[in-house]
């Protein structure tokens, strides 16, 4: 595996840099204390001197990658006055969009989170996720009281647009034959919102799920 050159920094720093390249691409149980003291260029004494185990020492790398996540001002505040969706989606799709492109690993370290050591994952995204999260959703559910946005399930829209700016770029690349969707984080933004925005469009007509038949036993004990 080809790593990547670690910045100049504290002892500390360098050991959290080289974790995070680590666990993202080999997963918590794929990764060793060696071979991360090897990348950091220090000992594994070294290593737990500055760390107590191996589990703290990924917390450490994912709280690391996870500074800097608080999206600006402007995009926070235009949410909490419920901006029209016109101007906040836009924004709040290329903050989405600027996790997907600028940190990669952070998304890889939350995936190794929720795979290998679940329950810790909850309490970290708790802390550090959902607050931006919750303010999307209250967001949406405001506006879709106002009837600005169809009547529908504010969590799920949420949900909905997360994953899109998180997870659309690696499939279109599968769909379209390794071509990148989008080459800069508004532009991106930008069309994630128009789609949104249409299929979110008050004026555009809902078609329920057509009821099915009840069949007699075809049920989940």
Request: hydrophobic share 40%; charged share 25%.
């Given at each position: 595996m080809m790593s990547l050159p670690l910045k100049s920094s504290t002892t500390k720093e360098r050991i959290t840099q080289a974790a995070a390249q680590l666990f993202a691409r080999q997963g918590y149980h794929g990764t060793s204390t060696r071979e991360i003291a090897r990348l950091a260029e220090v000992s594994e004494n070294t290593l737990f001197r500055q760390f107590e185990n191996k589990e703290e020492l990924f917390w450490a790398s994912l709280r690391a990658h996870s500074s800097g996540l608080r999206p600006r001002k402007e995009v926070l505040e235009g949410l909490t006055r419920c901006d029209s969706p016109e101007v906040i989606l836009p924004k709040v799709l290329e903050v989405l969009t600027d996790m997907e492109r600028f940190k990669p690993d952070l998304l890889?370290?939350?995936?190794?989170?929720?795979?290998?050591?679940?329950?810790?994952?909850?309490?970290?995204?708790?802390?550090?996720?959902?607050?931006?999260?919750?303010?999307?959703?209250?967001?949406?559910?405001?506006?879709?009281?106002?009837?600005?946005?169809?009547?529908?399930?504010?969590?799920?829209?949420?949900?909905?647009?997360?994953?899109?700016?998180?997870?659309?770029?690696?499939?279109?690349?599968?769909?379209?034959?390794?071509?990148?969707?989008?080459?800069?984080?508004?532009?991106?933004?930008?069309?994630?919102?128009?789609?949104?925005?249409?299929?979110?469009?008050?004026?555009?007509?809902?078609?329920?799920?057509?009821?099915?038949?009840?069949?007699?036993?075809?049920?989940?004990?």
């Amino acid at each position: 595996m080809m790593s990547l050159p670690l910045k100049s920094s504290t002892t500390k720093e360098r050991i959290t840099q080289a974790a995070a390249q680590l666990f993202a691409r080999q997963g918590y149980h794929g990764t060793s204390t060696r071979e991360i003291a090897r990348l950091a260029e220090v000992s594994e004494n070294t290593l737990f001197r500055q760390f107590e185990n191996k589990e703290e020492l990924f917390w450490a790398s994912l709280r690391a990658h996870s500074s800097g996540l608080r999206p600006r001002k402007e995009v926070l505040e235009g949410l909490t006055r419920c901006d029209s969706p016109e101007v906040i989606l836009p924004k709040v799709l290329e903050v989405l969009t600027d996790m997907e492109r600028f940190k990669p690993d952070l998304l890889r370290l939350l995936a190794v989170s929720f795979l290998e050591l679940q329950g810790k994952a909850d309490e970290f995204c708790s802390q550090h996720l959902s607050p931006f999260l919750s303010m999307i959703n209250r967001y949406l559910a405001e506006n879709i009281k106002r009837g600005r946005l169809r009547d529908l399930d504010s969590t799920i829209v949420t949900a909905a647009l997360t994953l899109t700016a998180l997870l659309h770029p690696g499939v279109s690349r599968l769909i379209d034959c390794g071509n990148p969707s989008y080459y800069e984080s508004r532009e991106a933004g930008r069309a994630y919102a128009r789609f949104w925005l249409g299929v979110l469009s008050p004026g555009m007509s809902a078609h329920p799920l057509p009821v099915l038949p009840t069949v007699p036993g075809n049920y989940i004990r």
